[in-house]
């Protein structure tokens, strides 16, 4: 009887301490569109690089098809600011964070 006592006793000495050491190791990550990211700054870095190239992409559409049905340059200019907001917001949106 003695044994089975020191046998249950040294079980759960054993498993009290990789309890803590299991808790320990918990991370959170971020996983959006297929792409795990491991920190919150990490995720809103690649939220600011999708607006940055949605604004990039947008204004040369917008000027670009503004240019193509026949505006003039003010009217390309127009088109191509009208195209970079609307490209920023869409880029954004991309990633939720």
């Known amino acids: 009887m003695r044994s089975i006592n020191l046998l249950a006793i040294a079980a759960i000495a054993a498993a ?6 299991a808790a320990r190791h918990h991370h959170n990550q971020y996983a959006y569109n297929g792409h ?3 920190s919150y700054d990490q ?3 690649e939220k600011s690089r999708a607006a940055k190239r949605g604004t990039v992409i947008g204004a ?3 000027g670009a098809g503004t240019a193509l049905l026949g505006g003039n340059l003010g009217g ?3 088109g ?8 920023n917001a869409i880029g954004s949106g991309t990633k939720k964070c």
Not at 16 to 21: F, G, Q
Not at 80 to 87: D, L, P, T
Request: hydrophobic content about 55%; some cysteine.
């Open 60 to 62: 040369v559409a917008g």
């Open 16 to 21: 009290i301490p990789s309890v803590p050491a």
């Open 80 to 87: 191509a600011g009208v195209g970079a907001v609307a490209g």
């Open 43 to 45: 995720c809103r870095a």
């Open 36 to 38: 795990v990211y491991r």
């Open 76 to 78: 390309s200019l127009l």
